[in-house]
């Protein structure tokens, strides 16, 4: 089952697709006369566990079944609409915890080892990850911008997330996959000149540096849809991809990781508490345009879509900084 969020004129709602058309999930519980509810994301659903996605999918199954005239009472009326008119936020709204892995799969690791002295400092002996803004987040279809401290080296990064359906604290590997309610994708835009004052002179990395690099507002693009976990039945050989104005730039699949889904999760919630809606993406594999040589960063104008099969396909268009963000306003990286 595919949900999503929808951006419409009085606010976010939940919907779900269904082939190649969308459903307003909270009109059609109204329109089938089943629960009085309209969640606003998908975040709201997975809260509520899996009575949640049980209303979901009894109100996606009985749509389903409806053609004709009853089909096209649905559009009429707005419950449902065409995929292609549909403009998305991101699945979770407003996830209270982000965390992005990082050095998670063995063909990123050998591709950046070449950009530093010492190789051997990118081969964590644990999983490795950190905390993102929720304020960078974005969704599909919503723009990337270059920021003005920092707009000429900034570089894409597809990964595949995890969206918690429930808290997820002190859990073994094995209980895991209970936590999780499902996938959804992310593009952890990276302004890359941050990394020039990253490397010491005693050729150690500072990853703090890179790490701020990440954080700038709509660096957090996730979507367009989160696909729930039934719908997967090995962690093992998820498949992904990024391309850049249709140019294939990354495939990647979770065979590749380093440290399994399951470990890496379960690493950090001996601390965190992960709780509904929160979100854990597993860091992204080989292809990074920092790494390509000559290096290759996103202008203005490009086009970076994200996709995996059962997922979908995440789509932003880099833009410039608004204008009347003045040229004074620029920090001096590295200072």
């Known amino acids: 089952m595919k949900l999503l969020t929808l951006r419409t004129a009085s606010g976010h709602r939940a919907g779900a697709e269904i082939g190649n058309v969308i459903v307003d999930l909270g009109a059609a519980f109204s329109a089938l006369g089943m629960v009085p509810w309209s969640p606003h994301d998908v975040g709201e659903i997975v809260a509520?566990?899996?009575?949640g996605l049980r209303h979901c999918r009894q109100a996606l199954d009985r749509i389903s079944g409806l053609?004709?005239?009853?089909?096209?009472?649905?559009?009429?009326?707005?419950?449902?609409?065409?995929?292609?008119?549909?403009?998305?936020?991101?699945p979770v709204l407003r996830p209270g915890l982000i965390m992005l892995?990082?050095?998670?799969?063995?063909?990123?690791?050998?591709?950046?080892?070449?950009?530093?002295?010492q190789s051997a400092s990118f081969a964590p002996p644990e999983p490795n990850a950190f905390n993102q803004s929720p304020n960078s987040v974005i969704g599909s279809g919503e723009p990337i911008i270059l920021p003005l401290p920092s707009p000429d080296m900034v570089d894409y990064e597809a990964?595949?997330?995890?969206?918690?359906?429930?808290r997820c604290h002190a859990v073994t590997?094995?209980?895991?996959?209970?936590?999780?309610?499902?996938?959804?994708?992310?593009?952890?835009?990276?302004?890359?000149?941050?990394?020039?004052?990253?490397?010491?002179?005693?050729?150690?990395v500072d990853f703090t540096k890179i790490r701020l690099g990440k954080q700038f507002p709509t660096f957090c693009p996730v979507g367009p849809a989160m696909t729930t976990i039934d719908e997967f039945d090995d962690f093992g050989d998820i498949v992904f991809d990024c391309r850049v104005n249709s140019e294939l730039v990354q495939s990647g699949s979770t065979a590749d990781l380093v440290f399994s889904i399951e470990r890496m999760i379960s690493y950090y919630?001996?601390?965190?508490?992960?709780?509904?809606?929160?979100i854990f993406s597993m860091g992204t594999p080989?292809?990074?345009?920092?790494?390509?040589?000559p290096s290759v960063f996103l202008k203005a104008g490009d086009v970076v879509e994200v996709s995996s099969p059962l997922i979908g396909r995440l789509r932003n268009?880099?833009?410039?900084?608004?204008?009347?963000?003045?040229?004074r306003r620029k920090l001096q990286c590295g200072s």
């Open 286 to 293: 080989a292809g990074v345009g920092h790494a390509r040589e």
């Open 317 to 327: 268009v880099v833009e410039r900084a608004p204008p009347q963000f003045s040229e």
């Open 159 to 166: 990964e595949l997330a995890v969206v918690f359906g429930r």
């Open 48 to 51: 509520i566990g899996k009575d």
């Open 67 to 90: 053609s004709g005239e009853a089909a096209a009472a649905l559009l009429d009326d707005g419950i449902t609409l065409a995929a292609e008119q549909a403009r998305l936020a991101s």
């Open 269 to 278: 919630a001996q601390w965190h508490v992960f709780k509904p809606g929160d």
């Open 101 to 117: 892995g990082g050095r998670s799969y063995f063909s990123h690791l050998e591709e950046m080892s070449k950009k530093y002295t």
């Open 173 to 204: 590997e094995e209980e895991v996959r209970a936590c999780i309610a499902g996938f959804t994708l992310m593009n952890d835009v990276s302004a890359r000149d941050w990394n020039a004052s990253a490397q010491t002179p005693s050729g150690a």
